[in-house]
């Protein structure tokens, strides 16, 4: 895989506190949870960037961490997964973070961790952006809403003056920020909860077709949960995938695998169907995962040679 994918966003340390429930508190109707086990790992931007590593992509992931233990264990993450990185280090704040506690594979409860980043934190992050942007075959925008993105639109102008292709995976309800993006990739839930329900395949493509003319995009990715993905290109030409996933274990982070085989596809030169099925095929191997987790060439290639998930 060729091109240096440029990675920017917000990312986050994902952890996680598994144990057994044996009894519910006497003090309050909760249950009780003895921990027995943790695990750590990257998610948000972080976890885009580590799939494009596992996915021998070439990635550079621009972020912000927090002056913290949490900031220090997502960076040994990133380092054991050969995540070409620059992790600004904001004192202010503190690094996100993202704690569920899990028994039988179940989530009880999720506490999440942050603080907001200073003004002088976030203008460092663009002007190491606009730096490194020349570098770059493809970027990708990983918002999460937690502030690293602050100036989407200029992010997105830099890209298009650098004539460097913009992917999106996009956050809240207004779109109007991924103007001239290349591609944005929503969910069915964050795309009709802008453009209203979209009761059939016909009304869907109607409506995507607004957006994109609309926000000026080229392409427009919706992915579909258990009903697979439709690609919309500018040119008019409509693409489905369903989806492979044989079992569903855990939804979480699997668009950061999608948009990562996504944009490791674009920087190889494939062609949109192939680029589809690829993204596709690795949402289908990641949900079978438990937690925030990554799909690597091999499996993809297995798979997609008419190996077993």
């Known amino acids: 895989m060729s091109g240096k994918i440029l990675i920017v966003g917000d990312s986050m340390l994902d952890r996680y506190w598994s144990g057994r429930v044996d009894r519910i508190s006497p003090e309050a109707p ?36 927090g ?76 918002d999460y809403g937690k502030g690293v993105l602050e100036s989407t639109e200029r992010f997105i102008a830099i890209a298009n003056e650098a004539d460097v292709p913009v992917v999106v995976d996009p956050k809240g309800t207004d779109f109007n920020r991924y103007k001239g993006a290349s591609v944005i990739t929503p969910n069915l839930d964050e795309f009709t909860s802008i453009v209203g329900p979209c009761g059939s395949p016909a009304v869907l493509e109607t409506k995507a077709r607004e957006m994109i003319r609309e926000l000026r995009l080229g392409v427009l990715l919706i992915t579909q949960g258990s009903d697979g993905m439709t690609l919309y290109l500018e040119s008019g030409e409509t693409y489905h995938q369903s989806s492979v996933a044989r079992e569903v274990y855990d939804v979480s982070g699997a668009g950061d ?41 091999a499996e993809l290639d297995s798979v997609l040679d008419g190996g077993r998930y």
Do not use: C
């Open 67 to 142: 002056d913290d233990n949490s900031g220090r264990k997502l960076d040994e993450i990133l380092a054991g997964m050969g995540v070409n990185r620059f992790m600004h280090i904001d004192p202010k704040a503190r690094t996100i973070e993202k704690l569920r506690v899990v028994s039988k594979n179940q989530q009880l409860i999720r506490l999440d961790f942050e603080k907001g980043f200073s003004a002088d934190i976030l203008n460092q992050i663009l002007s190491l952006y606009e730096k490194e942007i020349g570098g770059a075959s493809i970027v990708v925008m990983s």
């Open 257 to 297: 695998t999608v948009v990562a085989a996504l944009s490791v596809s674009m920087a190889a030169g494939l062609p949109w169907p192939v680029i589809l099925e690829r993204a596709n095929t690795a949402a289908g191997i990641v949900v079978g995962k438990f937690g925030t987790a990554v799909v690597t060439l």
């Open 30 to 65: 909760v249950p009780v949870v003895s921990i027995d086990g943790v695990t750590e790992r990257a998610g948000g931007a972080a976890n885009v960037a580590a799939n494009v590593s596992a996915l021998s992509g070439q990635g550079q992931l621009l972020s912000i961490v």
